[in-house]
């Protein structure tokens, strides 16, 4: 069995529990209906279908093709540990670039957070994001083993900050130093602009200290999550969203 395809059940089955288990023990009782989460799924489906198409092949032509600037004591933490510093500073220029925040914006607008967000991404971003990282993937020349084991920690650490889990207090504040936690990612989904444009890491909660993009924000009860000053759309107003007016 590929290491692509125990990503896939190993990915499927922590989004599986992710989701049981948020609703049997929600932060958040809110509840915001079965629209958005058939919206949030059918965003996710579309990129499930580009994985083999587009992105798997980027990755491995780009691991294939690599410069060789990999040192012969880099080993997988190292790359992991690089690819978690990628991912911090590409989610960032995501919120800085007009042109790149028209993708990124599709993932923002979800007004209620849970499992179902960690897969709402548009299908630009996650091409021009397949293409960046194959840039770095290139220069490096990491393994493809490497990446597919960073893809399924990325999707595995995205379920868990973004689920509606109820943790106990004290247990998150210590693993936040460690890792991004609900409590920290929630506020970078504050419908308040300074508070989206903080807390971008992804695995490591390191990040964001280093680089002075740590809110200083808690997450409150029934705190206003999407985009400050706009409703979130139907999936087919949001497919198109990142297209409209792009010429002006």
């Known amino acids: 069995?590929?290491?692509?395809?125990?990503?896939?059940?190993?990915v499927a089955l922590a989004f599986i529990g992710t989701f049981v288990s948020e609703r049997q023990w929600p932060a958040d009782?809110?509840?915001?209906?079965?629209?958005?989460?058939?919206r949030n799924l059918g965003?996710?489906?579309?990129?499930?279908?580009?994985g083999p198409i587009l992105v798997l092949p980027i990755s491995?032509?780009?691991?294939?093709?690599?410069?060789?600037?990999?040192?012969?004591?880099?080993?997988?933490?190292?790359?992991?540990?690089?690819?978690?510093?990628?991912?911090?500073?590409?989610h960032r220029i995501n919120h800085v670039v007009p042109f790149l925040w028209r993708f990124h914006e599709v993932h923002h607008r979800d007004e209620m957070l849970d499992a179902t967000t960690a897969v709402r991404f548009h299908f630009g971003e996650v091409v021009l994001s397949a293409l960046?990282?194959?840039?770095?993937?290139?220069?490096?020349?990491?393994?493809l083993n490497s990446v597919v084991i960073f893809e399924t920690v990325v999707a595995l650490a995205t379920f868990f900050h973004h689920s509606n889990l109820r943790l106990p207090v004290a247990f998150e504040t210590q693993l936040s130093r460690l890792i991004i936690t609900p409590r920290l990612h929630w506020i970078h989904h504050h419908a308040v602009r300074r508070d989206t444009d903080?807390?971008?890491?992804?695995?490591?909660?390191?990040?964001d200290l280093v680089f002075k993009s740590r809110s200083p924000n808690a997450r409150?009860?029934?705190?206003?999550l999407g985009v400050e000053g706009e409703a979130d759309l139907s999936l087919p107003q949001l497919l198109t969203r990142p297209f409209n007016h792009l010429g002006n």
Do not use: E, Q
């Not at 491995?60 to 790359?79: E, F, I, K």
């Open 1 to 10: 069995m590929t290491a692509a395809v125990l990503k896939i059940i190993l």
């Open 29 to 38: 009782v809110r509840s915001f209906g079965k629209n958005r989460i058939w």
């Open 43 to 50: 965003l996710a489906f579309i990129n499930f279908l580009l």
């Open 60 to 90: 491995a032509y780009a691991s294939t093709h690599g410069l060789g600037l990999r040192p012969s004591w880099w080993n997988l933490a190292l790359d992991l540990l690089l690819l978690d510093l990628w991912i911090y500073g590409w």
């Open 132 to 143: 960046v990282r194959g840039v770095v993937v290139f220069i490096f020349s990491i393994p």
């Open 198 to 207: 903080s807390n971008y890491a992804t695995i490591l909660s390191c990040w």
């Open 220 to 224: 409150v009860a029934g705190m206003k």
